[in-house]
């Protein structure tokens, strides 16, 4: 007969009572007398089934609710008396776990958190992290079950994660380190043992070396060896429970979250960050304040930073489709979702004519990556207004415009050595569009001053320049004492200057589509 997907469970469920009953049964009713409490019970009897099995077995038979705290349902009264006796005794503290497990300890943290989760809003995703617990795991030597492949602390977080994510309504996230970064919240659990009192409690013979005084703790793999090799007579007298040894505390931890966009700045006269004058007081006006201070107050951010792939300098415009960069906020009070970053991003074009930011979106850490190697890996173009101390020829435009993929060796600027390693680096040149500006484009952009239209006739030149990320731009046009060798200069055959600077594009897809997440499947 062919059997359903119900009676397929049945069977199954059917299988592992029988084991139970005729291989751990005797196990298991040896130890009730030490005050086992129903998960530890159940840390015994799947102890050699994988830890997705016995997940799904805690799930469905160990959750917390309005039942007695003693409720077991692994097993039927028929199978085994294991059940009966587990629902008849009253709760006490469990010796395997120190009561660490029970729904009286499980209730009270997760009382105390829900008090501190009611301080954030849109929250998408929590997880649970604790600290370990290594002289409980030991205890199932001092009763004779011997070693518990599942932890406590493993069903701890099991416990409070599943009990929280239903309480906030998201998914939890549970021993996957790989992702934790990418979660809302982080419940960390901090469970502390007394060492010199439980010591005492849980000391084995003196000659046994366990523990590290210097660094005031247990060595818990000498522990268990020590405790795998002795005769349980010889430990039977460190069965004592730890009395007020073990002391809990909560506190809950936003991960960094962060918001991607791309900016343009339509001022010769701001900087990208905040600057200080000599007199130390701040400049009013920047790029990063511009973007960083809306989200930081939206949010309730402690702080928020700005990281972009590159930077220009004061008098220098970005354009085209504008600068990538991300928002890096700490500790919000509440979580962006899109609706949020749309309505923000009309406040702050509409709230600043020099600087817009576009395609406001949240964006994982594992994608940030992607700014930074933009920083040096990417394309960028500039549109350059260049005076040239002699009158230019068609023949000094025709050079610059044979430029193609020109490698540069530029030493550090004279004008960044303050702050930057004075280094030797090869950058490229892609290739050059260049022409002269006419007499009536000169005269248009000099319309407030003639004679500085009549100057400047014939010395002026508009360049397009694609150059690899990371090349100095002013230098590679005037040289820089012959600090960038070939220069714009070397290649005219006339001194040259630079008046005006654009970074007209930056070729990266940024923010990333939804598709398109770094480092996740």
């Not at 997705?52 to 038979?61: D, R």
């Not at 518990?148 to 996957?176: D, H």
């Not at 989200?295 to 700005?306: G, T, Y």
């Amino acid at each position: 007969m062919e059997l359903t997907s119900d009676d397929t469970k049945s069977e199954e469920t059917d299988d592992i009572s029988k084991n139970i009953s005729e291989e751990t049964s005797d196990k298991t009713m040896n130890i009730i007398p030490q005050n086992i409490c129903k998960r530890c019970s159940v840390r015994v009897i799947y102890n050699q089934d994988s830890t997705i099995q016995i997940k799904e077995n805690f799930e469905k038979q160990c959750k917390l609710s309005d039942k007695s705290p003693d409720t077991f349902n692994l097993l039927s009264d028929e199978e085994n008396t294991l059940t009966s006796e587990l629902r008849s005794r009253p709760e006490k503290t469990c010796y395997l776990c120190a009561g660490i497990l029970q729904d009286s300890t499980i209730q009270i943290l997760l009382d105390r958190c829900k008090e501190l989760l009611s301080e954030y809003e849109c929250v998408g995703s929590v997880g649970v992290t604790c600290s370990n617990v290594d002289l409980l795991n030991v205890r199932s030597y001092l009763c004779g079950v011997g070693r518990i492949n599942l932890q406590i602390k493993t069903v701890f977080k099991w416990l409070m994660a599943g009990e929280l994510s239903r309480f906030l309504g998201v998914p939890q996230v549970v021993n996957n380190a790989s992702k934790a970064d990418d979660q809302d919240l982080m419940v960390n659990i901090e469970i502390r043992i007394d060492n010199d009192e439980f010591m005492w409690m849980c000391r084995p013979p003196v000659n046994w070396d366990v523990y590290n005084y210097s660094q005031g703790k247990f060595k818990s793999a000498r522990l268990e060896d020590a405790l795998t090799r002795s005769k349980h007579e010889e430990i039977e007298k460190y069965k004592r429970l730890p009395g007020g040894a073990i002391q809990f505390s909560a506190a809950i931890a936003a991960n960094t979250t962060y918001v991607g966009g791309r900016y343009t700045k339509n001022a010769r006269d701001m900087s990208q960050t905040p600057w200080l004058k000599q007199d130390g007081i701040l400049i009013s006006g920047n790029v990063e304040d511009i973007l960083c201070k809306p989200l930081q107050k939206a949010f309730r951010a402690d702080e928020a930073r700005m990281h972009s792939a590159g930077r220009e300098d004061i008098d220098v415009r970005m354009l085209g489709s504008g600068r990538p960069y991300y928002v890096q906020l700490t500790n919000v009070r509440k979580f962006p979702t899109q609706a949020m970053l749309d309505e923000l991003q009309e406040e702050i074009n509409r709230n600043s004519p020099q600087v817009k930011c576009y395609k406001l979106t949240p964006v994982t850490k594992s994608q940030t990556e992607l700014v930074k190697q933009g920083q040096e890996e990417k394309q960028k173009e500039y549109r350059c207004i260049i005076k040239t101390e002699d009158k230019v020829t068609e023949e000094m435009v025709g050079k610059l415009n044979t430029v193609e993929n020109l490698d540069l060796v530029q030493k550090t600027p004279i004008r960044v050595l303050h702050r930057r390693s004075p280094l030797t680096r090869t950058k490229r040149i892609i290739k050059i569009n260049a022409r002269a500006l006419t007499k009536e484009e000169v005269e248009v952009a000099c319309k407030h001053d003639l004679n500085l239209a009549e100057s400047l006739n014939n010395r002026l030149v508009v360049a397009e320049v694609v150059s690899e990320a990371g090349t100095y731009i002013k230098e590679f046009v005037h040289g820089d004492f012959n600090r960038t060798v070939p220069n714009v200069g070397t290649i005219m055959g006339t001194r040259c200057d630079m008046l005006q600077l654009d970074v007209v594009n930056l070729s990266m897809v940024w923010p990333p589509e939804k598709e398109d997440v770094v480092g996740e499947t």
